[in-house]
């Protein structure tokens, strides 16, 4: 488990930056992940975008997606004013780099990309570009830190599955969390009811190089709760009373490879599989969207400010802006939280253009978690405040 200490960036060195940004500054994403979304949400509101892409992956972006304006400056199509690629997604930290996007006036939109591509300790104490949301929270989403979104979970009082401290006490459903052994974004997820299958399963998924030893060894193994999956997309704006700090965006479920092939087989061709193909893989692929029933919704609510006090108290100034709540439903109504993005979450691409559909019923038009982002920062610059939505 990893617990070496790590130093923040002063958050004073951003606001210096911000000083000599120019007027208007350019909302920047890495192009992977949800960066489709913030960039429709900068241009709806009004602000040029950047996609910073890894070479052989940017053609979503510099083609399909790439903005058309009049000579007005008036969108036309697309979303992606400009793209700007490197040999690998974390060149984008190095010194060179950095100083032209602090030159472009670029205001960075971190996603799962960012924290994932990028070494955190760089974006902890070497990445001088202002990031709009809470940089010092994005390392508690690795399970193996000693301080991560578990500790905090527990911290706010929010439920999450009973964790099973050793293979041999598992006695009934219970999944296995770790990532994949060659795709290390995806997870390398694997259920079992007894001591004797995890024996078995894990010594099957070691042999084909699903997973690897030492990510075993670090697992976490919790009792795995029955119920739908709902992620629940919110944001918190520290420009308004407090009150009205915590918005409800939208809701999201994951469509996973190959899981959600696996069970739309019926059980007989589901055996009539090899046994290789019998264990699932839980790679996203995609997203729905869905609502929840209105009794659950102040339960939601009731987590969701939780969960904003607790990260003010441990990581300040707290969440800023968007983040999600990954949840099962429990049979008894009760959400149960079993990962956290303390960002903007992988799902939000399904609202684009239309908006989410609890946000349009609060601001009273199409509302995605990219737009509202970018509100916030429009709002931040007419009132002098954008200092408080970086960090």
Aim: one cysteine or more.
């Amino acid at each position: 488990m990893n617990s070496a200490p790590f130093l923040m960036l002063e958050r004073s060195e951003i606001v210096d930056v911000l000083s000599e940004y120019p007027a208007q500054p350019v909302v920047a994403a890495v192009g992977s992940h949800s960066a489709l979304d913030i960039a429709d949400g900068a241009v709806s509101e009004g602000f040029r975008t950047l996609v910073l892409a890894q070479k052989g992956r940017e053609a979503t972006y510099s083609r399909y997606y790439r903005t058309r304006r009049d000579a007005s400056g008036k969108v036309l199509r697309g979303c992606v004013d400009e793209v700007w690629t490197y040999p690998k997604f974390a060149d984008l930290a190095h010194v060179e780099a950095q100083d032209k996007l602090r030159t472009k006036g670029a205001l960075l939109v971190p996603n799962r990309a960012f924290s994932s591509y990028v070494d955190l300790p760089v974006i902890e104490s070497e990445f001088r570009v202002p990031v709009v949301g809470s940089r010092s929270m994005l390392r508690m989403e690795e399970r193996t830190e000693r301080e991560n979104y578990y500790t905090l979970l527990e911290a706010a009082g929010i439920p999450t599955p009973e964790r099973i401290e050793d293979p041999k006490a598992i006695d009934g459903l219970s999944i296995v969390k770790l990532p994949h052994a060659k795709k290390r974004l995806e997870r390398g997820f694997f259920t079992v009811a007894s001591a004797a299958e995890y024996d078995r399963k894990s010594r099957e998924l070691l042999e084909r190089g699903t997973i690897r030893p030492d990510d075993l060894a670090a697992a976490r193994i919790e009792r795995y709760v029955i119920g739908p999956v709902f992620n629940f997309n919110f944001f918190f704006s520290p420009l308004v009373p407090r009150d009205d700090g915590l918005e409800l965006l939208g809701v999201d479920e994951r469509k996973e490879s190959s899981l959600d092939g696996l069970v739309r087989l019926p059980a007989a061709q589901q055996l009539e599989l090899a046994q290789e193909g019998r264990v699932p893989e839980y790679t996203v692929v995609g997203h729905g969207t869905l609502t929840v029933r209105e009794s659950i919704l102040e339960d939601v609510f009731r987590l969701g400010e939780k969960f904003v006090n607790a990260s003010q108290g441990r990581y300040p100034p707290g969440i800023l802006g968007p983040f999600c709540l990954q949840t099962c439903i429990d049979k008894d109504g009760r959400p149960v939280v079993f990962d956290v993005a303390a960002r903007i979450g992988g799902g939000t691409n399904i609202h684009l253009g239309l908006g989410h559909p609890y946000a349009n019923a609060l601001w009273r038009e199409p509302m995605s978690t990219g737009r509202r982002l970018a509100r916030e920062i429009r709002t931040a610059l007419d009132d002098g405040r954008l200092a408080e939505i970086v960090t």
